[in-house]
């Protein structure tokens, strides 16, 4: 049986226990980081961006917490216009203001980003989902079109296994232990991909960018907190939506995505059967977040 291991092997692993293939293979490496750059922002908080593309429409993309910019590329593979990504506050070369934050904060982060960019759609991932959800709560018709992909929280805060293991990977940061950090991102591979040559390139790359730039403590307190106060705010939003859900996701549970779904009254829903949807349905995943966007 294969499980994850910490250090990884030097040539890239796999490597198997018991009877099987042990020649060295290689993952396929991670691109090369673009260049980014810190733009400061109406609200007093610098913010790191970067604008791939040309031409309209402007799509900004919102990424997860623990995420950044380099996550959240390839949802925007195959979308037309310009994109543009953000790392919100406490997050790579974002500021990170004292005191603790909330998802208003986060709004206003997304906001700021995409008024200086002139962005008429969004893609929110998880954490960002809940930032462009309060966003849309305050202003219904700043967007025309959005993407809601595996929305953690709405009225309510996340579940209790959520913000436990949100919280193993905030100390796992603080304590600049690498192991300790592997094994906090190790819990986002499905068991099939850990040991693996994808698998180990997803890690490393993920451990370089969580050793290098660390996570703020004014994140620690988000799982705690309800994304939208009242619910029914958002049955203002005009923009046309698309809920992306995945069954059996216990830190995205799919009942969220259903219940934004009904409350948003453009919205499409759209379900995967089983977790790991960006290993095991990645092409279906950009093809249907470029198809809404590109139509």
Known sequence: MRDFRWPPPPDGGPRTYGPGPSAPRTGRPALPEPET???ATPHGVRLERLITGSGDPVTVFAHGLGGGIATSRPFGSAVRGRKVFLQFRG???SDAPPGDWSYLDLARDLRA???LTGATR???VSLGAGALCRLLAESPERFDRVVLFLPAALDQPRPAVAR???????DAVESGDASAVAEAVAVELPPTVRNTPAGWAYLRQRLDQLLRDG???GLAGLPDQA???DLTALRAVTARALVIGCAGDDLHPAEIAGQLADVLPRATLHVY???GVLWSERADLRARISGFLND
């Open 227 to 229: 994304p939208v106060p």
């Open 273 to 275: 059967d089983r977790p």
């Open 91 to 93: 997050h790579g070369r």
């Open 37 to 39: 750059e810190v733009v």
């Open 215 to 217: 996570l703020a403590t």
């Open 122 to 124: 969004a893609v929110g």
């Open 164 to 170: 436990q293991r949100i919280a193993d990977l905030l």
């Open 113 to 115: 980003i995409a008024d």
